[in-house]
């Protein structure tokens, strides 16, 4: 197996792979998080918003990412497009319902003290309510990122897209065992760096800061 | 002046209709320090809350400085008994959040926080953030926040009750000093009789369903009041009338379940007469 990852990454095909899932994933997860993120604050802010769209939310987020494949597949046919639609469509409920969850959070104590001391409007939103619920969106954040590395591989396994999924895909019609767990420790691998690297990081920072670390 | 003209308050929960204050009137003196006492529920905190403009009455006025409140605004700073300190802030960016919303000019602000940082003895923790401070450190900060602004008034609820007997003790002398300097409005709501009697130039208690005011007493002791005899004879007086008060609480919320110790003055954890009710 080994040698299946290191032939894998000197004749460039897992290296390929991994460039494009990972230009994929950035594409699918920064769409999440634009439409996300906003879309969470503003549901936990909104009660017509929240009467709306909470239910629809939440029912949408309990769908595994992979039965939106049908729909991607009816309206975007084989593309590239119908890839992030999957990456999409699986990370960004996890992210807007998280984000309302971190706003909602916030101890109404803090938005009293910032009221008496004349904060009103986005003035309040934003340099109150959006830091303090800082934590919830972080790990919002991270749960999308999880969910939209899945969604990928599901929707990259089930068709021609030359990237880590097919790699797995194809490994399995060659019954090549050891490509197959090859591509997979890449996998796990890419998944813990960008973990430890970027969201350990900065809740680490956020738990520092806040003096949760300590509890 | 503060100026409080037949307030009444209702809340309406799930367990029914409370009525917090019922025609509440009170004026309150420029540079007065008035201490608010009286069994939990009986409408301290929403009192205070309407001259923050936290709430609105339902019906009656609320003026300060001949103006009707409105909203909250950074003329009125309130404390409460938790810091309510934002822990993504260093100590130093809290106390400038306060002036920032108070629209003092950024030239100012540095001076300023110096300034009301050393007031409270914590100067050298500016960079601190709020997790490393004990809870007293906290509430110092948090009245560096409040005064930093420069309000008129100061509305305090609790601020002290959750602190050990030594830290409140210091923070009474170290806010009783910066009262005498800047000469604020402080309206202080508390558990503690000796505690009010010790700060305030006037007592107020309340009594509970409907909140109104039972008595108003003057506190004439010169200050710094440290002398044991004249504050124990005001607390003395003041529990007596608070005891009739609590009981009755007491026998509404726990029924036939609560048992009144005849003449048993209640006393608190920290101790001494009127430590906590
Ligand atoms: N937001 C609210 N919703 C419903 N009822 C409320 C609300 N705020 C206060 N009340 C009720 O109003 C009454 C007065 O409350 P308030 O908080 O002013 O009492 P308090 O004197 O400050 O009590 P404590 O000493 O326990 O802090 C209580 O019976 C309380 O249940
Ligand atoms: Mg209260």
Known sequence: ?215 | MIRISQVSKHFISRTGSHHALDSVSLDIADGQFVCLVGPSGCGKSTLLNLIAGLEMPDSGSVTVFDTPVTAPGPDRSVMFQDSALFPWLSVRKNVEFGLELANVPRSEWQGRVETFLKKVHLWRFRDAYVHELSGGMRQRVALARSLAPDPRVLLMDEPFASLDAQTRDVLHVELQEIWRATQKTVVFVTHNVREAVRLGDRVIMLATRPGRIKHDVKIDLARPRESEGDVAYYVGRIMKELKVEVDKVMREEMGDAWQPTPGDLPSGPTGGVGGGI
Not at chain 1, 94 to 106: K, P, Q
Not at chain 1, 169 to 188: C, H, N, P
């Open chain 1, 1 to 215: 197996m080994a040698r299946s990852l290191w032939e894998g990454f000197s004749d460039g095909t897992i290296l390929v792979g991994v460039g494009v899932s990972l230009r994929r994933l950035f594409i699918g997860y920064s769409i999440s998080l634009i439409v996300g993120l906003p879309l969470g604050l503003g549901l936990a802010r909104s009660k017509v918003l929240e009467d709306s769209l909470g239910t629809i939310v939440t029912g949408m987020q309990a769908l595994p990412s992979i039965c939106w494949l049908p729909i991607a597949l009816i309206w975007f046919g084989l593309s590239e497009t119908a890839i992030l639609f999957v990456v999409v469509a699986g990370s960004l409920f996890s992210i807007t319902i998280a984000t309302t969850a971190g706003v909602r959070n916030v101890p109404p104590l803090l938005v009293r003290a910032a009221r008496t001391m004349g904060a009103r409007g986005p003035q309040l939103y934003f340099r109150v309510i959006l830091p303090a619920s800082l934590p919830g969106i972080l790990s919002g954040m991270r749960l999308g990122w999880t969910f939209a590395w899945r969604s990928l591989m599901a929707g990259e396994l089930l068709f021609v897209s030359g990237g880590l999924g097919q790699l797995l895909a194809t490994g399995r019609e060659l019954r090549d065992m050891s490509r197959v767990l090859a591509v997979m420790v890449t996998i796990v691998g890419l998944g813990l760096l960008t973990d430890v690297l970027v969201f350990d990081r900065l809740e680490q920072r956020v738990r520092e800061r806040w003096g949760t670390d300590r509890a």
